[in-house]
Structure formats: structure tokens, C-alpha cells
């Protein structure tokens, strides 16, 4: 399989606990996004990645949110000290630039974060 | 920055009807403009995408057009399937920041 896979797909935690996602895009591209979606809500973007630079974080990601793309490949999304409110599906996506560029997005399958 | 506005769901249609889902976005420039589906249980996928004005995207018998005039994109099928209900979500893309989806709107298809 050459799509996006996201782990874990789904995550129970308790309010204060930190909790990592990790996203491994499709091999040749090197932009990354990370969106959460709330029920009943589009995806809202949170940040993105061009290789290893993070060259843009929505407001939406708070301090107590880390995205992290070390060597341009895989990437994670650390949440510390969660709160209920962090509960959501958090989406991973990938595309090339440049010239392959076209705007599309391919999306991994989501992780799934309840916070009790 | 971009956005986007979309009727709100669920629409609930029964199987063979005609289906319309209404978007209007705000963008600078000439955004692309797309149309995502997700299905229960799955990831978003493109469905079907238009790059320039008066362009019809068009894929599993789903069709929008560009109105550059009425930025608007409206996604329209002629005969609606059960396997079609799924959130649909209508985003512009100027190539400068990530996509900005719509709130998203429910198509429930009954047989």
C-alpha cells in the first residue's frame, strides 16, 4: 500500500496525558499537513511541512501542540497535557510541489483522539 | 485568506434523484478549485477538481463548473446512488497555503 498511513487510528486517553500520531506520507512527496476535524465540521488546517521545514502553523495550534518532520519523511504531532477538547479525528496529508503541484491533497485514513 | 461556504446538510435525497450541492468561496487570486468526498469509515479523497474559469470538473458522474462570475462551484449529479451518501466538501486552493475545506455537507441517499 502507497497511501498515507496514520497510527495510532484510534487513541483513548485521559485529560493531562500526552499523546504522539505519526504520519507516513506517500514516498515521493515532500509536503505534509496536519488538519483536525471535529463531528460535523470540515478539516481545519493545523500546520504544514515542506520536506523538514515547517513553513506554516494555523493559530489553532496551540504551545501545547508539536509537529515535528525530522529527516523529511515521517512526521508526528505530539499533544501534551490533552485536554477534552482535543478530541477529534486529527488527518494526515500529503502532495508534491513544484510542478507536480496540482492543489490535491492525499489523505491518510486519520487518528482518532478521545479524551475522557 | 480563503473560504468557503456551502449549504448545510443533510440532504436527503431518494435514489435516482437529481442532486445539487451549492459552494461559494472567497479567494485571492484565481484559486483551483475542488470538490472531496468522505465516505463512512474512510479518508477524504479528491472527488473531482476544475484549474481555470468555465472548467468542468467531472468523475463518477459528479460535475461542477467553474463560475469565476459567481465564485461559486456547485457540485451537481443527475441520478443519485445509495453508494453516493457521504459528506462532501468543497475547498479553493491558491497555491500558497494549504486547502480550506467548507464545513463539509451530508448526502444521504435513501433506496
Known amino acids: 500500500d502507497t497511501g498515507v498511513s496514520q497510527d495510532p487510528r484510534h487513541k483513548i486517553t485521559k485529560r493531562g496525558q500526552n499523546v504522539t500520531f505519526r504520519c507516513d506520507p506517500i514516498?515521493?512527496?515532500?509536503?505534509l499537513y496536519w488538519y483536525r476535524q471535529t463531528l460535523g465540521q470540515g478539516p481545519e488546517f493545523l500546520t504544514y511541512f515542506q520536506n523538514e521545514a515547517q513553513l506554516e502553523k494555523s493559530r489553532l495550534l496551540s504551545d501545547r501542540f508539536s509537529a515535528e518532520r525530522p529527516k523529511g519523511s515521517f512526521s508526528t504531532l505530539e499533544i501534551q497535557r490533552t485536554e477534552q477538547g482535543d478530541s477529534a479525528m486529527y488527518l494526515c496529508?500529503?502532495?508534491?510541489?513544484?510542478?507536480?503541484?496540482?492543489?490535491?491533497?492525499?489523505f491518510g485514513e486519520g487518528s482518532r483522539l478521545t479524551v475522557l | 485568506g480563503n473560504s468557503v461556504t456551502q449549504m448545510e446538510g443533510p440532504v436527503t435525497l431518494s435514489e435516482e434523484a437529481f442532486l445539487t450541492i451549492n459552494c461559494t468561496y472567497t479567494?485571492?487570486?484565481?484559486?483551483?478549485l475542488f470538490w472531496y468526498v468522505q465516505y463512512p469509515g474512510e479518508g477524504l479523497q479528491l472527488l473531482l477538481k476544475?484549474?481555470?474559469?468555465?472548467d468542468k470538473g467531472s468523475n463518477k458522474g459528479f460535475e461542477a463548473t467553474y463560475r469565476k462570475e459567481t465564485t461559486s462551484f456547485h457540485l451537481e449529479k443527475g441520478s443519485v446512488q445509495v453508494s453516493d451518501s457521504a459528506v462532501y466538501f468543497c475547498?479553493?486552493?491558491?497555491?500558497?497555503?494549504?486547502?480550506?475545506f467548507g464545513s463539509g455537507t451530508r448526502l444521504q441517499v435513501q433506496p
Open positions: 496529508a500529503s502532495s508534491p510541489s513544484g510542478s507536480g503541484d496540482t492543489g490535491e491533497l492525499f
Open positions: 476544475a484549474t481555470k474559469a468555465d
Open positions: 514516498s515521493e512527496h515532500n509536503r
Open positions: 479567494a485571492t487570486g484565481y484559486p483551483s
Open positions: 475547498a479553493p486552493f491558491t497555491g500558497r497555503r494549504a486547502l480550506t
